[in-house]
């Protein structure tokens, strides 16, 4: 698994104050990172693996917001130290990974003198925005058939493997683990995917992006 390090172009003081202020954590998979209503002491930058942020919905749901990527941080985070607000969602590692925490005042420092840390953080800012307006649309927008073949198109390896188990899908748009089984039944009997315990194999994504489209037949 590939490690990233955010801050290759930073300045060599800016390295040093880094080096002196940043600390190390590693988190398990399905590990609750941040919780809601938490104070944030710092920027985190994940340098391996995937954190999930998420909200619950009004019937108890989890519903994904957006993920952070290997050289990504938070928005939620550099807002809540921006603007000293408590976090307003809930953060779990997707699997074994591993983050970066900038404490909040080396961080504004690095800010206000460091060109690199004011593009990172301004892509931060519109790459979420894109994120959760995507996931938006199709909560929105979309059936939960339609939502699971995206979250299936988007999620798929080259080879068309989709390794997550029902629930953890479920939570991803935010429905039940019921729902999802009964949806991927349908799926499975038109012979477009091929699920198995904790890994659906996509066998017809043009049928599901024809299905993200129009939806299923009547």
């Known amino acids: 698994?590939?490690?990233?390090?955010?801050?290759?172009?930073?300045?060599?003081?800016?390295?040093?104050?880094?080096?002196?202020?940043?600390?190390?954590?590693?988190f398990a998979k399905g590990a609750t990172v941040v919780e809601k209503g938490?104070?944030?002491s710092g920027a985190y930058f994940v340098t391996r693996g995937q954190l999930r942020?998420?909200?619950?919905?009004?019937?108890?749901?989890?519903a994904t917001l957006y993920l952070i990527r290997p050289g990504e941080t938070?928005?939620?985070?550099?807002?809540?130290?921006?603007?000293?607000l408590?976090?307003?969602?809930?953060?779990?590692?997707?699997?074994?990974?591993d983050v970066m925490v900038v404490p909040g005042a080396l961080y504004r420092t690095l800010f206000a003198d460091e060109a690199v840390i004011q593009d990172l953080t301004v892509?931060?800012?519109?790459?979420?925005?894109?994120?959760?307006?995507?996931?938006?649309?199709?909560?929105?927008?979309?059936r939960v058939d339609q939502r699971l073949a995206s979250f299936l198109l988007n999620q798929a390896s080259d080879e068309g493997w989709v390794l997550r188990t029902q629930q953890e899908i479920?939570?991803?748009?935010?429905?039940?683990?019921?729902?999802?089984?009964?949806?991927?039944?349908?799926?499975?009997?038109r012979k477009w995917?091929?699920?198995?315990?904790?890994?659906?194999?996509?066998?017809?994504?043009?049928?599901?992006?024809?299905?993200?489209r129009r939806g299923l037949d009547a």
């Open 1 to 26: 698994m590939e490690t990233i390090y955010p801050f290759a172009d930073i300045s060599a003081s800016g390295r040093e104050a880094l080096k002196r202020g940043v600390s190390l954590h590693s």
């Open 38 to 40: 938490q104070t944030v």
């Open 53 to 62: 942020v998420y909200t619950l919905t009004p019937s108890g749901k989890e």
């Open 74 to 84: 938070c928005v939620f985070a550099l807002n809540s130290l921006f603007n000293k």
């Open 86 to 97: 408590l976090y307003p969602a809930w953060v779990q590692s997707e699997e074994d990974t």
């Open 123 to 142: 892509r931060t800012l519109s790459t979420v925005v894109m994120r959760l307006m995507t996931e938006l649309e199709e909560v929105h927008a979309h």
């Open 170 to 189: 479920a939570s991803h748009i935010g429905t039940t683990r019921e729902v999802i089984a009964k949806t991927l039944g349908v799926f499975s009997k």
């Open 193 to 212: 995917v091929k699920s198995g315990r904790g890994r659906i194999q996509v066998l017809m994504p043009s049928m599901l992006a024809a299905l993200v």
